[in-house]
């Protein structure tokens, strides 16, 4: 497959943004809409490459966010096979678990297997399908970031917010709340990752510590990048509110109040707004209205388990950040 699997652009290819997002079936509505989102704020004479790291999507919808892809924003797909690495984060998701245990599917690892998969790039950026562009992400790729800083992310609403994960941040994974990032939405310099050998250090902690986490993708990036992450402004990851601030550039619906199960949330007009003109706009609307009472129940108690889980792990004592010294 050549790099540029849907048309070339025009003039160099000196000012490629890529944009790297992982998905399962599930996430491709939602993902959908965020490449939507993408597209309708790119800069028009930029080249956009998108490229969806998968477990394994179906031809149909692989079909539909494919036809996407417009002049200058390109749509690849990448689905992540067989490797000791992708074994042992497979192991560690399948491990026994306990009820609040949320982030427990390999995909939420991809992130980090990019530099590795892609030694093309020197610099990517990351997002999660629940985001939808408000500007152009093209802007976040040109960032520059200082010479000891690895990525760039933003300190998490929700640990800040939350009691028990500010708890669970400064006394389970070692690391002061305030530093702590959400790895939802990352400027990555890819070369220094390289260097570092970010993947294979992060399986080794995982294989070795097999550690009972809250979000141990997230964790463990906030361990092994310590003081080397540039803190993005909130605009480039913010909470969806009822008062956005004008100069928004992506929305987040991070955790809990997604709009595709909920109606009346904050934000939602966004979202629909860019999963509209996607070939999963019936699909999505479908997928509000069977989220009835009792959906929305256990999802509560879901995010409730999170919670909980989070105090609990804060008062074992047992810290990641030292463990792993
Ligand atoms: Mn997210």
């Excluded at 200082?146 to 800040?160: N, Y």
């Excluded at 992450?229 to 509110?241: K, R």
């Excluded at 008062?315 to 030292?322: D, H, S, T």
């Amino acid at each position: 497959m050549s790099i540029f699997a849907t048309g070339r652009p025009k003039g160099k290819l000196t000012n490629v943004v890529p944009v790297f997002l992982t998905i399962n079936n599930a996430y491709a509505p939602y993902a959908a809409a965020a490449i939507h989102s993408l597209e309708r704020t790119s800069n028009k004479s930029r080249y956009y490459q998108v490229i969806i790291l998968h477990d394994g999507l179906t031809i149909d919808n692989r079909v539909r966010l494919r036809s996407l892809a417009t002049k200058n924003v390109a749509i690849q797909f990448r689905k992540i096979t067989n490797s000791l690495y992708l074994k042992a984060v497979i192991k560690y998701c399948a491990r026994e678990k306990g009820a609040g245990d949320f982030f427990s599917s390999a995909v939420y690892y991809y992130r980090f297997f990019i530099p590795r998969l892609f030694p093309v790039f020197e610099k990517a950026v990351y997002i999660d399908s629940d985001t939808v562009l408000l500007s152009d992400v093209g802007e976040l790729f040109d960032m520059k970031l200082g010479e000891d800083e690895v990525i760039a992310a933003m300190p998490d609403p929700k640990v800040t917010a939350i009691p028990e994960f500010r708890d669970y941040v400064d006394n389970a994974v070692g690391v002061p709340h305030a530093e702590y990032v959400n790895d939802g939405v990352m400027l990555m310099d890819l070369k220094k990752m390289r260097k570092m050998r970010y993947l294979t250090t992060m399986v080794g902690m995982i294989e070795k510590y097999n550690a009972d986490l809250v979000a141990p993708d997230q964790d463990y990036a906030n361990v092994i990048l310590r003081g080397k992450i540039a803190h993005l402004d909130t605009v480039w990851n913010a909470e969806p509110c009822v008062n956005l601030p004008k100069d928004t550039k992506l929305v987040h619906f991070n955790l809990f109040n997604k709009p595709w199960h909920y109606q009346n949330v904050p934000c939602e007009d966004l979202f629909w707004k860019a999963a509209r003109g996607t070939g999963f706009y019936g699909d999505l609307k479908r997928q509000q209205a069977a989220f009835d009472v009792e959906k929305q129940e256990a999802e509560r108690a879901k995010v409730a388990a999170l919670i909980e889980k989070a105090g609990r792990i804060a008062k074992e004592g047992k810290v990641l950040m030292k463990i792993v010294k």
